[in-house]
Nanobody, 125 residues
Framework: QVQLVESGGGLVQAGESLRLSCAASGRTFSSSCMGWFRQAPGKERELAAAISWGGGTTYYADSVKGRFTISRDNAKNTVYLQMNSLLPEDTAVYYC??????????????????WGQGTQVTVSS
C-alpha cells in the first residue's frame, strides 16, 4: 500500500513556475514508478510525466516536454514536478500516482494504481 499527498499547487500567471511535491508513505515507494497525471475541466486525465523507480528513465507528454521536469528523492519518499514557462492550457488538477514494483515502461498508465487527492494548478493569461 502506498499513500500519496500532493502539495505545491496554486494560481500563477503565464510564464511563471511552480514546483509540485508528492510525499509518499509505504514500503514500496522506492520500487515504484511514479507519475504526474493531470485533468483539465471537460477533458480526460492524461499522463504528463513519469519516472522509473531509480530515476533513470523518464517520460513526458509532448505538451510539457522541455518545460516540465520530474524527479524523485527515494531517501525522502518524495517525487517532484518542476513546471516552468507555464501556459493557461496547463490549468488542471494534478495527481500523483504510483505503479508498484514497476518493471515495464513508465508510460503504461494501467500500472498506476495508487493515487493522491490532487492539487489544483491554475495559470492565468
Amino acid at each position: 500500500q502506498v499513500q500519496l499527498v500532493e502539495s505545491g499547487g496554486g494560481l500563477v500567471q503565464a510564464g511563471e513556475s511552480l514546483r509540485l511535491s508528492c510525499a509518499a508513505s509505504g514500503r514500496t515507494f522506492s520500487s515504484s514508478c511514479m507519475g504526474w497525471f493531470r485533468q483539465a475541466p471537460g477533458k480526460e486525465r492524461e499522463l504528463a510525466a513519469a519516472i522509473s523507480w531509480g530515476g533513470g528513465t523518464t517520460y513526458y507528454a509532448d505538451s510539457v516536454k522541455g518545460r516540465f521536469t520530474i524527479s524523485r528523492d527515494n531517501a525522502k519518499n518524495t517525487v517532484y514536478l518542476q513546471m516552468n514557462s507555464l501556459l493557461p492550457e496547463d490549468t488542471a488538477v494534478y495527481y500523483c500516482a504510483a505503479a508498484p514494483n514497476c518493471r515495464g515502461t513508465v508510460s503504461y498508465t494501467g500500472a498506476y494504481i495508487y493515487w493522491g487527492q490532487g492539487t489544483q494548478v491554475t495559470v492565468s493569461s
